[in-house]
């Protein structure tokens, strides 16, 4: 059953290869482009920590400058950079060309057209602002829900036309997660059950989902081919990866309300999210199992390969941060994380330390092999351990801190709290 994806697609003509890693190449520039916007607007939140005065005007007030930041992480570079990963998978695990150029390029300007609208919708005062990542206007969700649809029907044309008897283990990822999501941005858009109680459940099912039924398999596919095509061996168990794909869609949906344990939400709601918390721990222990034992013996060229260290570090965020996340859902821990700085290095351990590191490491494997174009070694060492070394400290920085602030809460105890001395 298993399809080796080491074997380049030497059928493909010329023509498609071109236009395949121009596709590829696209993606990738457009959502660096985004990378750098997000992370900019990320570093102003933080000197405004500091100096909340800074900048005049309503359009650099947190309240404007936060969900900008978050969604464009979410939605411009990490979307954006993974659908083009998603596409190379796609075309070159099924030996085929890709089944629409025009289609893909639809698909990259209606994500670009919607990130763009909905930063300066935001930054306009224009938000559904008391829901968490979907704060832009429902007309511009839209689009973005048109851009997955054609990326949906893209990416299974190209599937469907393989030239391979099965369908490689990395596309049931990439494709599920389209499709998923899909529904996932429909059930956000839908007013009906938009009031009241009705609206916290689905805040935290559309917020949790974006990342474990977006982010998370999108990912993961990206691993599911980088891997073996770097080490040039098959992945360690393909039955252990399609075991992975079905559990992480029967656990993974339901847990988004232990984000609101405590609250008005029925007990028995917040209950089965803690249960199905813990049983996700089977699709990523598994998950991560599976990319561990397929690195297994190969030190040698983990040493001498930076694709191969990001994706290494990807694989230890999703196994810390998912193990993480799971260990919050229980409620007398989170009666200590809750509302704390921890739960902000969990969500930055999670975009960061595995979907972010995930995509710096497909990039720096596959794209090369797309355009026949070597990354700068050097360039390639500064990346890796800057970005290894920055966000390892601010992740581990804030669980501490976090966890030091919620046992002062939780005791009674005053915590350390800024004192400003004014002169009159």
Known sequence: MQTSVAAHCSSLGEKDNRALASIFAAYTVTATLWLLFATAVGILLAYKFGAPDFGAGAWLTFGRL????TNATFYAWASIALVGLAYYVAARSSRISLYSVKLALVGLVLFNVAAVAGTVALDLGYNDG???YREWPWPIRLIFLAALVVTAWNLIGTVARRSTVDIYLSNWYTIGSVLWTCIIALVAILPWYQYGLGQVSVSGYYMHNAVGMWFTPL?????YYALPRLLSRPIYSYALG???????LVFYPIIGAHHFLFSPLPWWLQTTAIVFSVAMLVPVWGGSANFLLTMRGRVRDLAHSYPLMFILVGVIGYLVGSTQGTVEAFRSL????HLTNFTVGHSHLTMYGFVT?????????LLPFATGKEPCQVGLMLHFWMAVVGS????????IGGTIQGLSWKNGLPFIQSVVVRSD
């Open 130 to 132: 008391n829901l968490e």
């Open 219 to 223: 990912a993961l596919g990206i691993f």
């Open 357 to 365: 590191f995930a995509i710096w490491g497909g990039v720096h494997a």
């Open 392 to 399: 390892f400290i601010y992740v581990i920085s804030l669980s």
């Open 66 to 69: 936060r969900p900008i930041h």
């Open 242 to 248: 399609v075991f992975a794909f079905w559990t992480n």
């Open 334 to 337: 989170q009666e200590v994380w």
